[in-house]
């Protein structure tokens, strides 16, 4: 990587790097609060329209969680390679507002359909954590890139803290109110992006020309074949992607049935966990990296992964679910790993064409992990009183970090040299 500085190519100095990094780590913070608002409410309000049956609750997370990722498989490309062409800052503020109309959506909707309508919205537009991650690569030196990563994600995880608390209280009074509250975040959001975020990528450094052929999502997954090692790695991240997908389909819906958590306890299990998380991404992976170096991070992290969720799975109780909750954290070791690897097998003006590879690999997993963990959990529930199993998609979101470690360990090593512009 250049060690020219991305806005201006004069050489960069540390404050100037450490500013730019500050815009996008408090950008990411204020969009993932909104985001995580709705988490323990959008499947209470999902229930409440399809009459308090829980089963028919999680087909229609399905159809939700299908749909959205078909529109992330589309359109994450696309914007990850208009980043290249035009910059990161247009880009995210295009997702930011996007992102605000979604939770209008929601907050006054009238039947399910209208909240179908905001999932398709937010899928078109929810570019906001890929293109972060192509920012983040156009301000960090490649060996830093890890730890900055790790950085990043404790972004999103103190949003995660802050915003599941805050709907999980505010949904106590309004299952709608949580909504709105995301929507005027997100809106604060963009706004602030308008105002003061900086772009990353200096024009000389972008993309000459848009090319659709790479931009549709098979083309961009191409990119993933044109590097040495990157197919394999994606590979793991895409495995880590689809087991990840079981606790948005049906945490929720699992916890209530089996725990009788309400509204307010799931808030308070997001601030925990979302706590441990924060711990680990920003101070465990950059020490876990120096020592023992990304490829045994991201080995590291599935096997932590894998057991965490087979520790949900058997937790008979809310107490004991709880006390798995350090294990599983340390599977936020992985994707810092993996995208410190990952970033440093691609040129600058191929790094937003990178994280909407990825976006598209995220895209595919959010079609199959709702079909695969929500029918999975729908049929164990009408096999309860025979299966005594209610945790059996938690059992295979496990396997899967096991066969993430697999690949991991044949495929996570470092570029043997620095790759060049495109």
């Known amino acids: 990587m250049s060690e020219t500085a991305p806005e201006t190519g004069v050489s960069p100095s540390r404050p100037r790097r450490q500013a730019a990094f500050g815009f996008i780590f408090a950008s990411a913070l204020m969009n993932s609060v909104s985001f995580g608002i709705m ?5 209470n309000l999902i229930k409440q329209f399809a009459g308090g ?6 087909e229609w997370n399905v159809l939700f969680g299908v749909t959205w990722g078909v529109m992330q498989f589309v359109f994450g490309p696309i914007l990850g390679m208009l980043s290249d062409r035009i910059g990161r800052r247009p880009v995210l503020l295009i997702s930011f507002f996007g992102l ?3 939770f209008l959506f929601m ?11 905001g999932r398709v919205l937010n899928g078109m537009t929810a570019s906001s954590f890929s293109t972060a991650g192509a920012y983040l690569a156009d301000v960090t030196p490649p060996e830093q890139r890890a730890k900055s990563f790790g950085m990043l994600t404790s972004a999103f995880s103190f949003g995660f803290i802050i915003g599941p608390t805050l709907g999980g ?8 109110l949580p909504f709105v509250a995301a929507a005027i975040i997100t809106a604060l959001n963009w706004f602030y992006g308008l105002l003061i975020l900086p772009e990353s990528l200096a024009p000389e450094r972008r993309l000459k020309t848009f090319n659709w052929s790479r931009a549709n999502p098979l083309g961009s997954l191409r990119l993933l074949r044109s590097h040495a090692g990157l197919l ?5 991240g895409f495995l880590f992607y689809l087991a990840q997908m079981v606790l948005p389909s049906i945490f929720v819906l699992y916890t209530t049935y089996r725990y009788g958590w309400t509204p307010g306890v799931l808030g308070l299990t997001f ?5 441990l998380g924060v711990i680990v991404q920003m101070f465990l992976v950059g020490p876990a990296v120096a020592r023992l170096g990304e490829r045994r991070v991201v080995l590291l992290g599935a096997v932590m992964g894998a057991l965490g969720f087979v520790w949900y799975g058997l937790a008979a109780n809310g107490w004991v679910y709880l006390a798995g909750a350090p294990i599983f954290a340390l599977s936020g070791l992985l994707m810092p790993g993996l995208q410190g690897l990952m970033t440093r097998r691609v040129p600058p003006n191929q790094q937003g064409q990178l994280q909407g ?3 598209s690999l995220q895209g595919i997993a959010s079609i199959i992990g709702p079909l695969v963990f929500g029918e999975t959990f729908a049929w164990s529930l009408r096999h309860e009183a025979t299966l005594h199993s209610p945790g059996l998609a938690i059992y295979l979101a496990g396997g899967l970090l096991v066969l993430a470690f697999g690949l991991a360990f044949g495929r996570a090593h470092p570029p043997k040299a620095e790759p060049q512009p495109a």
């Open 169 to 176: 209280l505010l949904g106590e009074h309004s299952l709608r």
């Open 357 to 359: 590879a990825n976006q």
């Open 100 to 102: 605000a109309v979604d």
């Open 53 to 58: 049956d829980t089963a028919a609750a999680s």
């Open 271 to 275: 601030l925990l966990t979302g706590v």
């Open 107 to 117: 907050a006054f909707a009238p039947s399910l359909w209208w909240l179908f309508v």
């Open 39 to 43: 988490i323990p409410i959008l499947p």
């Open 232 to 236: 394999g790695l994606a590979g793991v």
